[in-house]
């Protein structure tokens, strides 16, 4: 009887009416480069889009030549076609077949070498403002965000301002994890023990979708966090709000926040009343991104318990 009632086209749409009506926010967010949210996500999709259209130079005369060559020189009684058994070369012909692929490539090797040139966070900037600094570890399934300036940390919720660059310092304390937010900038890969960076640049106020894009176990999906981008002030107000609803992030709450836990896991042992119920809020009182990127510098290998991601790790506490 159901459906029967949903193959009526007005209850499809009324059954779509109430689904976006009743949608949390967070299914809105931007989560593709194909609706870029910043400059450099424009970039990737301007590359994207002349790649493509110069790929289809070459692509659509062989997709209509075929045929029409097939049809035109097939096999059959009477035809008016020129018999030529002895041809084997015609230099229009072959300037033609290779010349275009080669002026695709050399056009496509120009845009590409100067698209990686503006977009290395190594050497381009974006703004003449400072950067505003943001290190990210890679847990087992979450994210951490720590802004060393400003002595708050956040997980489930990446807060930036907007028009500002945003300059990412990436490790991971398990795992290799691949980070992106498609609206903003491409996807990196991150390692423990090494650090990589990315920039960012919101445009608009706007809240998009990152994630991890390396499958790393049974927490993978839920690996997704919440890029705020807002204006400055309300940025101020949202560092405010964090370091006032913020519980300190030492060594017990990072013991816990590093442990086999999914963001809902970690929400439901750190979070308090003063917290979203999908992000967590900490205020720092170290430099939890040099101690965890250095415990992988002694030259020896970490023992089973210590290290984040196996299912040893934090069990001697709970006991």
Do not use: C
Request: hydrophobic share 45%; net charge negative.
């Amino acid at each position: 009887m159901a459906k029967g009632r949903l193959s009526n086209p007005s209850s499809l749409v009324m059954a779509a009416l109430i689904l976006l009506t009743v949608t949390p926010p967070m299914a809105f967010a931007s989560d593709s480069f194909m609706d870029p949210q910043g400059p450099i996500a424009a970039i990737q999709k301007t590359h994207l889009l002349r790649a493509t259209a110069l790929i289809m130079v070459a692509v659509i005369p062989v997709l209509v030549l075929v045929p029409l060559i097939a049809f035109r020189y097939r096999r059959r009684k009477g035809g008016a076609a020129a018999y030529r058994p002895d041809w084997d070369f015609s230099a229009k012909l072959e300037f033609v077949m290779w010349g275009v692929p080669v002026l695709i490539v050399a056009l496509l090797s120009f845009y590409l070498w100067k698209a990686t040139h503006r977009l290395d966070p190594y050497s381009a900037a974006f703004g003449e403002e400072p950067a505003v600094r943001v290190q990210v570890v890679g847990l087992d399934w979450k994210w951490l965000f720590l802004y060393p300036d400003l002595g708050i940390a956040s997980v489930g919720e990446f807060g930036i301002p907007t028009k500002r660059q945003v300059a990412v310092t990436l490790t991971t304390d398990t795992v290799m994890q691949s980070f992106m937010i498609p609206a903003l900038a491409g996807q990196i890969y991150a390692m423990p023990g090494m650090t990589t960076q990315l920039h960012l640049v919101a445009d608009t106020p706007e809240v998009m979708q990152g994630e991890n894009t390396q499958y790393n176990g049974r927490g993978f999906t839920k690996q997704k966090f919440r890029t705020v981008s807002m204006e400055q002030d309300a940025f101020d107000t949202w560092v405010d709000k964090v370091r006032t609803g913020g519980i300190p992030l030492n060594a017990a709450t990072y013991q816990t926040l590093a442990m086999r836990t999914d963001r809902d896991e970690v929400q439901a042992a750190l979070g308090t009343a003063q917290m979203p119920d999908d992000a967590l809020y900490f205020t720092l009182e170290e430099d939890v991104f040099h101690s965890i990127l250095h415990r992988y510098h002694s030259g020896e290998a970490l023992p089973a318990d210590q290290q984040p991601g196996t299912a040893s790790f934090g069990q001697e506490e709970q006991e």
